[in-house]
């Protein structure tokens, strides 16, 4: 402590003495020696500036904006003071617009009969929670969550032992044993304990056997507790609410928790608990039970469906089996039991849940019927998630769902349109993707009822004729990927001003592009590759557009490239290969910091590319391929110099793509022309080939080490390969092959353990060919027509002493080889299943090849938990963990 902070406190404690009794002076003074509460409360609240964004909840307003020095500050907004307005005895400012830091000489401690104080939901700026909150002894409520505090909880918190209700969550704070144990001994009077995401790590499980038996509120959701949840730990006779989520917890789900007397909410989500559920319960009447994501199994107890105040029930992503049992109340309003391994069908008692909002029994092998006789008398459904299951629709009553908002039967086996559709009219949320919906689009999706439309997904299906009028005017997202539309893209598409991601492609779409597309601010990912769009590219791309991805690859497009794109500063993807683009190098784009893929393959582009005309050109380019033009010249040595991405791995996001599109690309790997569905963001790709490239290979190609593949070929180089090839440390594809390269292979290339594939055919090559490591694996067709190659693996030794001759590669190898890439050329052809390979295949790239349920699982279920989070939390500011 620094000498001026003691003296401050001395000075400090003095003026508590002085002032506590006094009564409110009619003039306010600024004098801190005589600091009257209420210009202690006007000084504190001028040490910080008011800023709306430190506020996440709504309402949110500045309380202290109101507070006029000519008024008694018992008249302030947030403030309470006692009967004889002699003393302030609460004060609140939740919500305030509060930002700066919180200083342990606050005036706000110069009022010492504080019994109330609620600070919650501002942005002190990671202060510490002064050790001087210690000084508040009358304190019964203090709240801080959500004000960005960090640091150690400090142990004067424990002297507050009046103290009811203590909320400190949604900090950056830390808890350790210590103190941990003082706020459990001394604070006795404690009904509420609300420490979510504070740091507990350090804190032992058994360690809350002693928590005060009061306590009818604790919540210690999301604090790194970690360990076995022993049964009987819990002595809470008094307990309402009960939250140990997201944790570590593991060991058998404890049965004691299913008999407290007065529990009404029991969360247990997000932990690593195993075993079955009580399979009987006495006296419990919860109202709320979530223990989603643990590994739980067995089969779902019968007194699950007949609690009669149940009304929100959490058990997706486990493991259990059997049926659902048959409901006996309706107070159910959330039913999620989705991601679990149940079958059968639904049981009729779910038409008895009329108070029932959201339901969702996703990825599971359900039989569902839906059918009027079940879901019509649901009339508060908003939530309806049936995706990968067993559904079908043969019903011809239409019933209305009048409240449906959410409906997702993706994966579910349908050939036909929910006909029950026609009646919603708030519907937001609509994907019926991956079925075989056959035919045209009906018309009635492009009703009036379907004008909240915010997110439609259709990809996946056999839909057939026109791109469908819908009514665009609400609509952000629109997948209608993988059909077979045909016509033109409709000009109605204009209207979607709000339009964030449309994805048309592999359809047979024609015309032209409509050009309004990409005059929008809003739009940020245009996906119309594999369609049979002609015309040229839109030159409209405005200044602040949000385009973050480009995909046209596989149309007739022709013409130049319009310099506007120059204009998307935020594009990550431009992918234009496989049409009849013409003119030279676009070396504009160079000036785009967050390109990382460029694709401009087999179009009709020409010419040198010449010297950079940017400072620091494609900073952040991984994946650059220009196969397949006219390119002459020489390649482009100063390029290589700068292509920073290339060099250093600075990776935050594994995949391409934000939560909503992953993107998606044709990528040559091998020779085999591969759609990858998620392209992981370390994929780094050099492919030249087939161009009129002349002069040498640049040695500074070597530094471009997170390289996975390279190809050069059918090209004119000359010269040497250049050694430094032998750093590229992750290469694994390597194709010079067709061109007019002399010189030996440098020995530096044997030290290259990933490389997979060689191509070396077709050059003027002579001498040794390296040995050891990888090159034991190639065989004759990497190096065949070149002049005078010698040594392993062709016929032709070297001259004066044998070339080494190694053993043949045994399978044993071939297989550890795979297994260490992650990526073996085998695992293409056969495609994936779950478990072991689709372990170590995620490594770099997930394929299209079929999907199998478990995966489909998987994806769903991460999307699922994101929903789930976020509107658990409720916050904005969430998650900076
Ligand atoms: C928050 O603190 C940092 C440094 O600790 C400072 O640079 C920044 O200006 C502060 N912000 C506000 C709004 O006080
Ligand atoms: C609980 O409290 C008792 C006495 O106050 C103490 O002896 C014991 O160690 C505490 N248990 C734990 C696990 O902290
Ligand atoms: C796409 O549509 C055109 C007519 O617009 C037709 O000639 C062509 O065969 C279609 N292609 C496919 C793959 O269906
Ligand atoms: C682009 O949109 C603006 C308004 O958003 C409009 O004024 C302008 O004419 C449009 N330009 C083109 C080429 O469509
Ligand atoms: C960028 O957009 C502005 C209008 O927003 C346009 O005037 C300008 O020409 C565009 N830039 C390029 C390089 O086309
Ligand atoms: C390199 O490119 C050529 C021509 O584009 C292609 O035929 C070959 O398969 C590619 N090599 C590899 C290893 O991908």
Known sequence: MGRSTWKYQVFFLFCLILHSQLPFPSSLSSSLSSMPPCSALLHFSKSFSLDKSASAYDPSYPKTASWQEDKHCCTWDGVECDKNKSHVVGLDLTSSWLMGHFHSNSTLFFLPNLRRLNLADNNFNFSRIPSEIGNFKSLTHLNLSNSVFSGQIPFEISQLSSLVSLALSWNELLIETPVWKRVIGNLTQLRELILDRTNMSSIRPNSLMNLSSSLTTLSLRYCDLRGKLENNILFLPSIQTLDLSDNSFNGLLPSSLFNLPNLSTLDLGYNQLVGPLPSHVSGLNLSVLSSSSNFLNGTLPSWLFSMPSLETLYLYSNQFVDEIGEFKYNSLKNLDLGYNKLHGSIPRSVSRLVNLTSLSLSSNNLSIMLGSEMFSKLKNLETLDLSNNLVSINDNAIYALPNLQYLDLAYSNISEFPIFLRLTTNLRYLSLSNNQIYGQVPRWLGDVGMNSLYYVDLHDNLLQGPFPSLDFSSLHFIFFSKNNLTGEIPSLICDAIHLEVLDLSHNNLSDMIPKCLVNSTALSVLALQMNSLHGTIPTTFVKGNNIRSINLYGNQLEGPLPQSLANCTYLEVLDLGNNKINGAFPYWLGSLQKLQVLVLRSNRFQGCIGNPMTKFPFPNLRIIDISNNQFNGSLPITYFEYLKAMMNVDVSELYMGDNYYQDSLNIMINGHYIELEK?????????????????????????????IGLNFSYNNLIGYIPSSIGNLDELEWLDLSFNKLSGEIPSQLADLTTLEVLKLSHNQLTGHIPSGNQFNTFNNDSYTENLGLCGF?????????????????????????????????????????????????????MFKIGKPKCLVRMVKLEQHIMLRRLKKNGHKRGGRR
Request: net charge negative.
């Open 679 to 707: 392209v992981q963001n370390i994929f780094t790709i050099i492919d030249f080939s087939n161009n009129s490239f002349s002069g040498e290979m640049p040695k500074t190609i070597g530094r471009l080490k997170l390289l």
């Open 793 to 845: 693996p062709l016929s032709r030794t070297c001259d004066n002493h044998e070339a080494k001759q190694p053993p043949p590669p045994t399978l044993q190898q071939d297989e550890n080889l795979e297994h260490e890439n992650g990526f073996g050329w085998q695992a293409v052809s056969i495609g994936y299943a779950c478990g072991t390979i689709f372990g170590t295949f995620v490594g770099y790239l």
